[in-house]
């Protein structure tokens, strides 16, 4: 199974709709927030992906009535939390994202807000930031990110935005 994780698009729907171009066979898509314009675009534009796209409010998705986190069963066997991370402390520490994914008896954690790429795992969970696909913030090129889980396990990474 293929998972496509996308954060902090900001009105840049081209760099939206480039990663679903790449990935039009990913079993899901999740985008984590600030980009809800683009995302609502994408929909009408891509229908047939409507069904496999999950929504995550981030902090610049001013007026937006979608979820703010949310725990996904979409990987048969594993269970995947969801959310922006402005409510989660990212920027200092993933101490409350680790807490909150155990809770929800989560072994994936994904979050955006800071722009950073990153992919580690910590305390039994999978943690994955695919970093900005418009504007980021560690000297890197614009990225998104994957989940690879097979019978062998869990792989996580990213990816530059063409």
Same mark, same amino acid.
């Not at 995302?39 to 001013?62: E, M, Q, T, W």
């Given at each position: 199974?293929?998972?496509?994780?996308?954060?902090?698009?900001?009105?840049?729907?081209?760099?939206?709709?480039?990663?679903?171009?790449?990935?039009?066979?990913?079993?899901?898509? $999740?985008?984590? /927030?600030? /980009?809800?314009?683009?995302?609502?675009?994408?929909?009408?534009?891509?229908?047939?992906?409507?069904?496999?796209?999950?929504?995550?409010?981030?902090?610049?998705?001013? /007026?937006?009535?979608?979820?703010?986190?949310?725990?996904?069963?979409?990987?048969?066997?594993?269970?995947?939390?969801?959310?922006?991370?402005?409510?989660?402390?990212?920027?200092?520490?993933?101490?409350?994202?680790?807490?909150?994914?155990?809770?929800?008896?989560?072994?994936?954690?994904?979050?955006?807000?800071?722009?950073?790429?990153?992919?580690?795992?910590?305390?039994?969970?999978?943690?994955?930031?695919?970093?900005?696909?418009?504007?980021?913030?560690?000297?890197?090129?614009?990225?998104?990110?994957? !989940?690879? !889980?097979?019978?062998?396990? $869990?792989?996580?990474?990213?990816?530059?935005?063409?």
């Amino acid at each position: 199974m293929r998972i496509i994780v996308i954060s902090d698009t900001h009105g840049r729907y081209r760099a939206l709709s480039s990663i679903v171009l790449r990935n039009l066979k990913a079993d899901a898509f $999740i985008h984590l /927030g600030d /980009g809800e314009e683009e995302f609502r675009k994408l929909i009408y534009d891509f229908p047939d992906v409507a069904s496999r796209f999950h929504y995550i409010k981030g902090n610049c998705d001013y /007026g937006s009535e979608r979820p703010l986190s949310m725990a996904l069963d979409i990987a048969p066997g594993h269970r995947i939390f969801a959310t922006h991370g402005h409510r989660y402390g990212v920027n200092y520490d993933l101490g409350t994202l680790i807490q909150t994914a155990k809770e929800q008896n989560c072994d994936i954690a994904l979050y955006g807000h800071t722009h950073v790429q990153l992919c580690t795992y910590q305390e039994g969970i999978h943690i994955m930031n695919p970093g900005s696909a418009s504007t980021p913030r560690d000297g890197r090129p614009p990225s998104y990110g994957f !989940i690879d !889980i097979t019978p062998a396990g $869990i792989v996580t990474n990213t990816v530059p935005v063409d």
